[in-house]
């Protein structure tokens, strides 16, 4: 075979090649479409029957409303109508009473003059005294038309102009949320879930994050934050589940929320920051992320140790104080490559701690920085991240060569950063807290 015919193979091989790479990311860009058309048909068509169910609902509601304003209407009606006819019908029985009583009178009057000269007398008689105690000159009273009630309903016609111009304005459809989620990253046992507005005419005052569990039919969405950050971690959560995350927003001087933004699906691989069961001094919650210093000790000061060494550099660890005791200086939270030793302190070799009163240790000896005394409600965050790693064998490391750490360890609204010399390569680490008194209560998340 030529050499002209190796090349023209040679290419035809790659054109192939590029045809299939050409055609597999075309076949990408139509399920790509397919998916945006399957967005927009069944959002689409989820917004018509939320349109349909809520509009159907307030007819309803708006029909009842009318109907029952009416009734009651039309019973003050009644109720009036009855009130005032009651004492017109008193009246007229008593008027015509006293017209059958005349007439009576009259009958009797006729026939006495009518009778004769005999009878004339004893009839007269009979009839002048039936006369007198009829009282003619009596007459009940009868009200005047501006005395009796004249009903009518007053109607205010701007009723209808009101309803109109709240019935044009309500509702209102949108083709994109206001606010999307931007980021999902993964933590032990959590995700820091990031969101931003994408209409920028939105004012947002408030916003809304919920999530579920992805793939669960039973499963319905709980609200995990309503504030006004743009970030927030959602703590316990199972490693390797996927979770569906959506947020909304609420504008300046509004009760309403806005759409949903579109659901985005995260997951963490880490496993969720545990304490240590069974150390004494401690009782642990369920999910045993919170410890609570229970039994103290002037004496000791028992070190607790993570259940495993689950922090990584290039993570954020944090130490949440939900209550308090009495402070000592032996009091401490921090980082540590092992968990294994005695001591009764962090404030010891291959550890970084920051204790209670703010003072900060690196391998046992205290630095002259400082950082805000820890109180019910501090945040405590450690942050680490490789700065150089000298070379090292395995000759070497007994030589004493050096892992460079860089450490950020922030409280309240200051932070110290400084250069942690270790003997041996880390990438994984224990944490830990140690307490002289009772009534500490830490989450570590």
């Not at 008027?95 to 005999?118: F, K, P, S, W, Y």
């Not at 959590?190 to 569990?213: M, N, P, T």
């Not at 504030?227 to 959560?237: I, N, S, T, W």
């Not at 030589?399 to 942690?420: A, C, H, M, P, Q």
Request: charged share 25%; aromatic share 8%; net charge negative.
């Amino acid at each position: 075979m030529s050499v002209e015919v190796d090349v023209l193979l040679q290419e035809a091989k790659e054109s192939i090649e590029a045809a299939q790479n050409y055609r597999s990311e075309l076949q990408q860009r139509l399920h790509g479409l397919n998916q945006a058309r399957k967005q927009v048909r069944g959002s689409s068509s989820q917004a018509r029957e939320a349109l349909r169910r809520h509009f159907a609902e307030l007819q309803a509601a708006a029909s009842q409303l009318l109907t029952d304003r009416l009734t009651g209407l039309l019973a003050e009606v009644d109720t009036i109508e009855v009130d005032s006819i009651r004492p017109l019908d008193d009246c007229q029985s008593l008027i015509e009473h006293g017209v059958g009583q005349a007439d009576e009178l009259l009958r009797e009057g006729e026939a006495a003059l009518r009778c004769g000269i005999g009878e004339k007398e004893d009839k007269l008689g009979s009839f002048t005294k039936k006369a007198m105690h009829i009282q003619l000159d009596s007459l009940p009273e009868v009200p005047a038309l501006v005395d009796v009630p004249c009903v009518s309903a007053q109607l205010d016609d701007s009723l209808l102009g009101l309803l109109k111009d709240k019935v044009c304005r309500h509702g209102s459809v949108s083709s994109h949320p206001p606010v999307q989620i931007e980021e999902l990253q993964e933590r032990p046992g959590s995700i820091l879930v990031r969101w931003c507005k994408v209409d920028e005419d939105f004012a947002a005052a408030d916003y809304r994050l919920q999530h579920r569990r992805s793939g669960s039919g039973g499963s319905q969405y709980e609200d995990a934050y309503i504030g006004r950050d743009c970030e927030f971690l959602v703590l316990h959560l199972d490693p390797h589940i996927d979770y569906l995350f959506r947020v909304c927003a609420r504008g300046e001087g509004r009760t309403e929320w806005s759409p949903w933004s579109i659901p985005q699906t995260g997951y963490t691989t880490l496993a969720p920051h545990e304490w240590r069961g069974g150390t004494e001094g401690y009782i642990l919650s369920s999910r045993k992320n919170i410890a609570l210093r229970n039994d103290a000790s002037q004496s000791r000061c028992p070190v607790l140790y993570s259940n495993a060494p689950t922090y990584f550099c290039g993570q954020t660890l944090t130490f949440k104080i939900s209550a308090a005791g009495q402070t000592d200086r032996r009091d401490c939270l921090g980082v540590c490559i092992d968990g294994e030793r005695g001591e009764e302190s962090l404030q010891r070799d291959q550890a970084v701690c920051i204790s209670t009163n703010g003072a900060v240790f690196v391998n046992g000896k205290e630095m002259t920085n400082q950082l805000p005394a820890i109180a019910v409600g501090s945040a405590v965050t450690f942050d680490m991240e490789v700065v150089n790693l000298f070379p090292i064998s395995n000759n070497n490391l007994s030589e004493g060569s050096n892992f460079k750490l860089r450490v950020t360890i922030g409280s309240g609204n200051r932070e110290v950063v400084f250069d942690w010399l270790v003997d041996q390569a880390v990438d994984s680490f224990f944490f830990g807290c140690s307490f002289v008194h009772s009534g500490w209560k830490v989450l570590v998340f």
